[in-house]
């Protein structure tokens, strides 16, 4: 069964460096999601990508973070400079279509970033 | 703005007890419904889903959920729990006006006593 990488599964950084994170979604999967998750909480929606193309991105916070697809395919965010409360599961999620009705969206295992 | 409650925090359950667990969401347009579950050290999971037709959904292991769409419900059951079912539960609501976003509740630990 196809599933969604991600990598690295665990990062533990200083604050005010810079971190990154990489996803590879379900093959054929046009439509791409970066979740995160704070501890005790429900996963939040950072940026949703359909193909390349940035469809919702109104809760990243842009000063530090960022998001790129540049070919549809795989997905790269990044955090500089990281702060105390980022640290949390980022998780990433994929699905076929994206708004197509019953869609599913299929996660990665996340990677958990800790941020000293 | 669009929001998924879920009632309990944490659920203590021996073996073979039977389980519910509550979701209600303000919205009061179509959404589609899920639940996902999260085992220890695994990732989230679709264990069902709705989206339209018989409100009653069975999904895998043995859950099902009803949507009441009067009382914006969407609650999950077992009749018989097991201890594998230890895991956390997160009840979602997808939204038309929001492109495919899901908007996740707060989870429920379930801790299942041998």
């Known amino acids: 069964e196809a599933e969604v990488a991600q990598s690295p599964r665990y990062k533990i950084t200083e604050k005010s460096q810079a971190v990154a994170f990489w996803c590879d979604p379900i093959?054929?999967?046009?439509?791409l999601y970066w979740y995160r998750q704070i501890l005790g909480q429900g996963p939040e929606l950072l940026v949703q990508f359909q193909d390349e193309s940035v469809v919702d991105d109104s809760q990243l916070p842009k000063d530090r973070f960022s998001a790129e697809r540049l070919k549809g395919v795989d997905s790269t965010l990044k955090i500089q400079p990281a702060e105390l409360g980022d640290s949390a599961m980022y998780l990433c999620?994929?699905?076929?279509?994206?708004?197509?009705?019953?869609?599913?969206?299929?996660f990665g295992p996340g990677t958990r970033l800790l941020v000293l | 703005a669009q929001s998924v409650s879920q009632h309990n925090h944490h659920v203590i359950l021996s073996e073979a007890a039977s389980l519910e667990l509550g979701c209600n969401y303000s919205y009061g347009g179509t959404v589609n419904l899920f639940w996902y579950v999260q085992y220890p050290g695994q990732h989230l999971q679709l264990l069902l889903k709705?989206?339209?037709?018989?409100?009653l959904v069975k999904g895998i292991k043995g859950f099902e959920a009803e949507f009441i769409k009067s009382k914006f419900s969407f609650n999950l059951r077992k009749p018989s729990v097991q201890w594998s079912d230890t895991a956390e539960y997160f009840c979602a609501v997808m939204t038309y006006n929001q492109g495919g976003k899901l908007i996740f509740g707060q989870g429920t630990e379930l801790s299942v006593k041998p």
């Open positions: 999620a994929s699905s076929s279509q994206g708004i197509a009705v019953g869609e599913t969206q299929y």
């Open positions: 093959s054929g999967h046009a439509t």
């Open positions: 709705y989206f339209s037709g018989d409100p």
